[in-house]
Nanobody, 125 residues
Framework: VQLQASGGGSVQVGSSLRLSCTTS????????MGWFRQAPGKDREFVAA????????AYADSVKGRFAISRDNTKNTVNLQMNALKPEDTAVYYC???????????????????WGQGTLVTVSS
């Protein structure tokens, strides 16, 4: 199983970025997909997640209204559209996949079994 995250970069405050995560080796449509991030010196934290059918979506309060997660089950890809970026969004962003995740566990990184390598997002003022 491989998860490949891409789309990170260095941007100014207020800018937008679109992260993508392409997967292989798993039955993508059966997995809940999540995005997490880890800032320097901090623990990894939940950002957003989307269930296999796209009907269940969860966001961290810190990104709600600015970020949007989506998935394309035909391309085995999950995306994270990030708008109105802030310096506190600076982190390495990881995509993750988990099977049979119940709604209450979507924010729990331990519920995800496969992880990508991360892509760095830097937001400067």
């Amino acid at each position: 199983v491989q998860l490949q995250a891409s789309g990170g970069g260095s941007v100014q405050v207020g800018s937008s970025l679109r992260l993508s995560c392409t997967t292989s080796g798993l039955t993508f449509r059966s997995y809940t997909m999540g995005w997490f991030r880890q800032a320097p010196g901090k623990d990894r934290e939940f950002v957003a997640a989307i269930k296999w059918g796209g009907s269940g979506i969860a966001y961290a309060d810190s990104v709600k209204g600015r970020f949007a997660i989506s998935r394309d089950n035909t391309k085995n890809t999950v995306n994270l559209q990030m708008n109105a970026l802030k310096p506190e969004d600076t982190a390495v962003y990881y995509c993750a996949a988990g099977a049979r995740i119940i709604n209450s566990s979507m924010r729990d990184n331990q519920a995800y079994v496969y992880w990508g390598q991360g892509t760095l997002v830097t937001v400067s003022s």
